[in-house]
C-alpha cells in the first residue's frame, strides 16, 4: 500500500517507521523544515529507544521517506494518516486547528479515492465531522472515507508496543474501510477490533482514563498507607494479584504527566460537560493528581525549617524513564517551587536535559552525573525512575552534606536500606532514619 503520514511527532514517525517495517511503502509529511531535514538523513528528532534503527534501515531499503510538501506526500496515496498534535485548549478542551489544516490540504490535494484515517487522538465526534468537513472542501470529483484508528502506544516502549500491543482498534462506518485497515495492519499480528467510529473514539479516551484512575487511586491509597503505617508496595503487589484487578499501573508515586494522561482526561471532562454530564469520578482524579506533584515538596517543607539556601539535588526531570519529554512532568511544578522557596537546585537526566533547559525555569544549575548533582547536596529528590537511578551505587549518598533523600517513585527496596547511611522518604511507605543519619541531621 502507498500511506502518507501526516506530522510526524511521537505517533506518526512510529506510525510511518513501524508501517514502512512491516512492507508498505511511506512518506511522512510535516510541515517543520528542519525536523525533516534531519529525519532525511536518517535522525530521529525524539529519543526512543529502537527507533533511528528501524528508521535507518526503511530509508536504506526505499520504502521510508519524508517531505514538507503535502502534494508530494498525497500523490498516488492509498491511505493517508492524520497525526498531529491536538493539544490542550486554555478550557481544557482539545485544539482541533491542527487537524482541520491537514483536511483542508487532504482536500484540496488529493487526486483518487482515499482513506483518511485519524490516528491522533480527538473528541467523540470528530471523525464524522472531519468526513464531512473534507467531503464539504474537495475539490476534485473522489471519495473520502474517515476510519477512526486511536494510537496507545506508549513513549519510551512505542516501537514493542506498535509490534506487541493488545490490540488495534479501528472504527469505521464502512465496513470495506475498516478491512482495508486491517488489511494493512495484518502483518503487525495483533488482535483487532473494529467498531463504530463514536465507540472508537470513546475508547481512546476512556483507556487513558482508567489508567489515571488507577493511578490516581494508587496514589491516594498510599497516603493513606503513610498515615496508618502501611506499604503501599505491599498492598499494590497484593491487591494486583487479583486478575481483576491486575498489577500493572499501581505504582504509586508524585502522580502522571506526559503529553497524553493530563490532557485527555481533562478533554473527556470536556466531551461530558457538553452532554450536561458531571464526570465526578475523573475531576477526582485529576484533583489528586495535582496534589500528587505537589507530595514531596510538602515531605521537605515539613522536614525542613526553610528551604531557602539549601542545595538541593534532583534527579531525573523527563515524565518517565526512557524518554526526553518532559511534557506536563511533576518535575516543572517541583523545581519552580524549589526556587521560588529560595533553594538551589541542581539537576541531572540522563537523556532529558535538552528539552529541560527549554522548558525549567532558568536559575536551575545542571549537573553532567549523578555524582556531581549530589556532592554536598542538603537533600535530594529523586522524579524520574531511570535504571542509572534505582540501580545507583548508595555509596555515592556519602558525598551530599545531610543524605536526606525524597524519592517520588519508590525506587529502592526498603530491605535494600538496611545498612544505609541515608535518611528516606518515599511514597506510601514508612520513612527509614538509620541511626547514623540522624547523627549526621541532628549533630
Ligand atoms: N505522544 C504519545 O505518546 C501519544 C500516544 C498516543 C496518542 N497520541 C496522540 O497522537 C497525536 C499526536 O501526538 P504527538 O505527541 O505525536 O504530537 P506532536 O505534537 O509531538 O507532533 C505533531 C507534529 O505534527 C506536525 N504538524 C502540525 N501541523 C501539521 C500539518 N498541517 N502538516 C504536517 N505536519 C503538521 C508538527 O510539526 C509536529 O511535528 C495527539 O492527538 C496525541 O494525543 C500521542
Ligand atoms: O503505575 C504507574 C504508571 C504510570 N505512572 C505515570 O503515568 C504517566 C504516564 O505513563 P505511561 O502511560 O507509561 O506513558 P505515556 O507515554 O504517557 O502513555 C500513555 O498515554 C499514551 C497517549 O495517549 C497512550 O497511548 C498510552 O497507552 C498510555 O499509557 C507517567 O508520568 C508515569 O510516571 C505512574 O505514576 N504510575
Same mark, same amino acid.
Given at each position: 500500500m502507498n500511506i502518507a503520514v501526516v506530522g510526524t511527532g511521537y505517533v506518526g514517525l512510529v506510525t510511518g517507521v513501524t508501517l514502512s517495517e512491516i512492507g508498505h511503502q511511506v512518506t511522512c509529511i510535516d510541515i517543520d523544515e528542519d525536523k525533516i531535514e534531519k529525519m532525511k538523513r536518517g535522525q530521529s528528532p525524539i529519543y526512543e529507544p529502537g527507533l533511528s534503527e528501524l528508521m535507518l534501515k526503511n530509508i536504506a531499503e526505499n520504502r521510508l521517506h519524508f517531505t514538507t510538501h503535502h502534494e508530494e506526500g498525497f500523490y498516488k496515496a492509498d491511505v493517508i494518516y492524520i497525526a498531529v498534535g491536538t493539544p490542550e485548549n486554555e478550557d481544557g478542551s482539545a485544539n482541533l486547528t491542527y487537524v482541520e489544516e491537514v483536511a483542508i490540504k487532504i482536500a484540496e490535494l488529493i487526486e483518487q479515492d482515499t482513506i483518511v484515517v485519524i490516528k491522533s487522538t480527538v473528541p467523540v465526534g470528530t471523525n464524522d465531522r472531519i468526513q464531512q468537513f473534507i467531503h464539504h472542501h474537495l475539490i476534485r470529483n473522489v471519495k473520502v472515507e474517515v476510519v477512526s484508528n486511536p494510537e496507545f502506544l506508549k513513549e519510551g516502549t512505542a516501537i514493542y508496543d506498535s509490534f506487541h500491543g493488545d490490540r488495534i482498534v479501528i472504527g469505521a462506518n464502512s465496513l470495506q474501510a475498516a478491512n482495508i485497515i486491517e488489511q494493512i495492519n495484518k502483518p503487525f499480528g495483533i488482535p483487532v477490533f473494529i467498531t463504530d467510529i463514536r465507540s472508537a473514539e470513546m475508547i481512546k479516551y476512556a483507556a487513558n482514563a482508567f489508567l489515571a484512575t488507577k493511578i490516581s487511586f494508587i496514589n491516594e491509597i498510599a497516603n493513606i498507607c503513610e498515615r496508618v503505617n502501611a506499604d503501599v508496595e505491599q498492598v499494590a503487589k497484593g491487591i494486583g494479584m487479583d486478575q481483576r484487578i491486575g498489577n500493572k499501573f499501581l505504582n504509586a508515586g508524585i502522580g502522571y504527566g506526559g503529553s497524553c494522561f493530563p490532557k485527555d482526561t481533562k478533554a473527556l471532562l470536556k466531551i461530558a460537560g457538553h452532554v450536561d454530564y458531571e464526570f465526578e469520578l475523573l475531576k477526582g482524579v485529576v484533583n489528586v493528581n495535582k496534589q500528587q506533584q505537589y507530595l514531596l515538596l510538602k515531605k521537605l517543607n515539613n522536614r525542613f525549617e /526553610?528551604?531557602?539556601?539549601m542545595r538541593i539535588a534532583v534527579l531525573g526531570l523527563a515524565? @518517565? %524513564?526512557? /524518554?526526553d519529554d518532559l511534557r506536563e512532568a511533576a518535575s516543572i511544578v517541583i523545581t519552580e517551587e524549589l526556587i521560588n522557596q529560595g533553594a538551589q537546585v541542581i539537576a541531572f537526566d540522563p537523556i532529558a536535559m535538552e528539552n529541560a533547559k527549554k522548558t525549567l525555569v532558568t536559575s536551575i544549575i545542571y549537573a553532567d552525573s549523578i555524582e556531581e548533582a549530589l556532592r554536598d547536596a542538603d537533600a535530594a529528590l529523586i522524579l524520574t525512575e531511570w535504571d542509572d537511578i534505582k540501580y545507583m551505587?548508595?555509596? +555515592?549518598? @556519602? *558525598?551530599?552534606? *545531610? %543524605? +536526606?533523600i525524597f524519592d517520588g517513585r519508590n525506587c529502592?527496596? =526498603? &530491605? &535494600? =536500606?538496611?545498612? &544505609?547511611i541515608i535518611e528516606y522518604h518515599s511514597i506510601g511507605r514508612p520513612v527509614v532514619k538509620p541511626e547514623i543519619t540522624n547523627a549526621l541531621i541532628y549533630d
Open positions: /526553610t528551604l531557602n539556601g515524565f @518517565k %524513564p526512557n /524518554t551505587d548508595h555509596a +555515592i549518598f @556519602k *558525598t551530599m552534606r *545531610t %543524605p +536526606i529502592f527496596e =526498603l &530491605s &535494600s =536500606l538496611k545498612d &544505609s
